[in-house]
């Protein structure tokens, strides 16, 4: 496929002497007389060179470069400058152009311009691809856990970032939805492409729809300039709708209609524009509850979770404490700092209600106000200490003959179940244990609710 290359002047004579010499280089080339026209094409046809006056009525070429770099920095662009105003051009390279040609000039000083700007602007895309898939590499390598719960979640991950299919990740606030979403973006075809985080929740209700699907010039009151919505500015990328169980009752056919047409229309606009966008949602909330309830419309919900992924809150996996005290200590420079085996303990101990981001707050304050290389049980917080050495009914008294091990393990899965009403989802929290070590506990020692065969 040929490269594609923009040009946009508001001399017609100059466009047709452009386009004809890049044409006949094999270049597919479009044109603008104007920078509001030339910057809605750059949009339409995402070319790897832009040649283009600086000096233009509307949009001139300083604010058509800003715009252009700012939606996409490895576009080369060449500008045009009279002969004598050779310090603007200059001005302009400072800015990210490429290089200048003043006019007039030949067709040789064309073409040897373009192809040195279209060299590097293959050198820049590879290396930006490279990057990209090296930092999805460490996006998903920032999901730690080695628990079979999070073995379940890398396992969907797996199978479904390079497909098309609608996610939604469930979960606690802190359980890491996000690097989830992250991971699927940087394990799917469209790593290269925009990954566009949006929180529902985090947007003022009257902005939201804007935000999402932008608005034409004079839609509203301060609508001063057409303005691109997220859902266009992840356009071939994912959009990450976080907390999108906050969406707005009025927005939500709005989305729907995104979901099921790929078509976005802005406010104020009266035409739809086609889209193509992966999406990924995230909640913390019980959306069935909430359709229930009327605060969230069923269609909506199926068209989101079309592969649901659940994460488990951290207390259900304290196994994955130490190796995310690791990963923390090598995030914030501290690899040579560890945990005493006590103070380990109370980590894991710990309920943790606001997950792995409470956890990684609280390494990173241990770890400022450490002593030594080891962080000691007694530089905990005392809720945390407290809460793992004091738990309800005392402290444990062995007997001074000794004691089996198993037996007392077979005695709490006991008390704790009895303690639940035999719920193992109950107890196995009270336990601070994973379900499934609960029940491989219970078949262990042939644990069994009372009239129940």
Known sequence: MPPKILIIDDDSSLRRV?????????????????????????????????????????????????????????????VLTAFGAIDTAVEAMKLGAFDYLTKPFNREELKLTVRKGLQLQGLSEENRLLKEELSGRAEFKSIVGTSRAMEGVFSVVRKVADTEATVLITGESGTGKELVARAIHSGSSRRGAPFIAVNCAAIPRDLLESELFGHVKGAFTGAIRDKEGKFQLAEGGTIFLDEVGDLPVELQPKLLRVLQERVVEQIGGTTGQKIDVRVVAATNADLEKWIAEGKFREDLYYRLCVIPIQLPPLRERPEDIALLVRYFCAKFGAEGVTFSRQALDRLQGYAWPGNVRELENTVERLLIMREGEQVGVEELPEKISAAAASPEGGVLRLPAGGYSLEQLEMEAVLEALTRCDWNQTQAARFLRIPRHTLIYRMEKYNIMQPGRK
């Open 18 to 78: 452009l386009e004809y010499n890049l044409q006949q280089e094999g270049y597919e080339v479009f044109t603008a007389a104007e920078g509001e026209a030339g910057l809605k094409l750059f949009a339409e046809k995402a070319p790897a060179l832009v040649i283009t006056d600086l000096k233009m009525p509307g949009m001139g070429g300083f604010q058509l470069l800003a715009a252009i770099k700012e939606r996409s920095p490895a576009t080369v662009v060449i």
